[in-house]
């Protein structure tokens, strides 16, 4: 199976930082990533959890926007992200 081409292969470089060694959220110091599948008969579930940085996230909010695009999945948190424009849990 070729493997596909990233954006990056074709000389189109979004944005002014580089890309990390595995380009991936994770390659950000500090941010974890956590998720969890359950798929067991009927049940077939899942949620992701980012952590932005190892500090307290309620006493030093980040900076936060959201767009949904699809609309099928379900959310938790983004009214409070639109109406405030900040993020204070994972």
């Not at 950000?28 to 899942?46: A, F, M, N, Q, R």
């Not at 309620?58 to 699809?70: D, R, S, Y």
């Amino acid at each position: 199976m070729k493997k596909q081409k990233r954006i990056a292969d074709y000389g189109i470089l979004i944005g002014q930082m580089e890309r990390g060694a595995l380009n991936a959220i994770t390659d950000v110091p500090g941010v974890k990533v956590g998720h969890c599948t359950l798929d067991e008969g009927s049940v077939k579930t899942g949620v992701t959890a980012i952590l932005p940085h190892e500090g307290n996230m309620f006493q030093e909010k980040l900076v936060a926007a959201c767009h949904v695009i699809n609309g099928f999945g379900k959310s938790v948190g983004l009214v409070q992200v639109e109406e405030m424009g900040t993020l204070e849990t994972p």
